[in-house]
């Protein structure tokens, strides 16, 4: 008699979606009315959505409104192509070793190129390189629209360059127009922990929509994503240019040079904040790289695109905890959130690439890693808000990025390119360097201004 093996694809429980959508819900609703408990009882006025006790102006709100809608556009055009771009390679035949060189071809451009886009858009205006951002994605789009077989290594260049304008063009942009429209100083933070989670909504949606054009029939849609990255290429356009007037900049490059000296590369504790984010972004990018191996390693089967949406549903969980911490209902800084955060992170991290664990454990310790993320960047954001002059705020987020980008990349080549460096080496680094952000994060609230001040104009 024949045995039959049944075998079966791991995927999370459906519960863990709902879980995650109420929680977010939850902390969301009732934060206005423990926050502005005090000051809500004295006026008789009801707290509301997003209210941190101080009743927002119309303009403001707009403003916010308006930045959120095409943050999240171009985080949606982010998604899709990262979404789509790793079922094209398959879908063209690349073998592994030949999606590995272009992974590295983009990180190379992020470093040689990426690394002075920061300076660009301090130099020229940041929303001249957000309608770059754009530009890049609608040549991007209308190229595959066009040709049958358009060059892999040319369109990863070109989503390193879009991926790193908006980790750094757009978050300028904010608060340069924050700052110009004389917007209350509390909203601002507002805005950091909505960008984490409007981005993370967005990177599901964009999930959600790329499923959809794909669809059934392989040959008749691939075309249709094309389509859909110029349509949302033309609409960030359209209201990049409809939106808010820039001061056209002015700053000669001696100028930008002297002050970056002085204010960045003069200031120990930028230097500390520098390298925080440096170990942030290598050990996300490490993350985004080796998560799916990791989990597959031992060849279980699992359905991965199912998984994807409770790492980023984490991570707009934990950016709903930034609030909390950060409103006058926490005593700890934020330099105090960030180490604390540094060392979870650094420990998830660690545990992944020493111990062996069951596909449950594994994803509930990578959920746990998003939900820290969302706690740490706004955080970061709210600290380059304390220390960074605005006017160079993007040189300095680009340039803190050019490490990270070189380590990646090293540990590209040599450890999946040549495998000279297994994928547990590689997590342990991205852990130790958490570790060490974690240690930057307490010698800078021992370093830090008392009381916090906020650099205004340089």
Known sequence: MAVVIESSVWEPNPGVYIFIFLVSLFSIIVFPYASSSGSSSSSGKAPSLFDHGISPTASSLRFQRNFLLIYSLASVMEGVWSVFGEFELAYH????????FSLCVGFAASLIVGSFLGVLSDLIGPKKVCILFCILHLFLGLWKRIT????????????????????ISFETWMVVQHEEQAHRQDMLSETFWLMSFFDAASLIGSQVLSNWLIGDNLEKNMASHSTTAVFLAILGLVCLLRGWTQTPQKVALKEYRASFSAYIFGDKRIWLLAWAQACLHFSTAVFWILWAPTIVADGREVHLGLIYPCFLGSRMLGSTVFPWLNSGLSSLRTEDCLEYAFIMLGLVLFITAYDYQEIGVLVTLFCIFHAGLGVVLPSLARLRTMYVPNALRGGMISLSQAPANAAILLFLVQGKYYHNIG???IIAFAALG????????????????QPYHNWHKL
């Not at 035949?93 to 590995?100: D, I, T, V, Y």
């Not at 049958?148 to 980790?167: E, G, Y």
């Not at 958490?434 to 201004?449: D, E, I, N, P, S």
């Open 434 to 449: 958490l570790f060490t952000a974690a240690g930057c994060m307490h010698v800078l609230k021992r370093w830090g201004k």
């Open 148 to 167: 049958d077989h358009p060059s892999i290594l040319v369109a990863r260049i070109c989503l390193s360059l879009t991926a790193s304008i908006f980790s």
């Open 93 to 100: 035949g690349l073998s592994k070793e030949q999606m590995m």
């Open 423 to 425: 994928n547990s080496t």
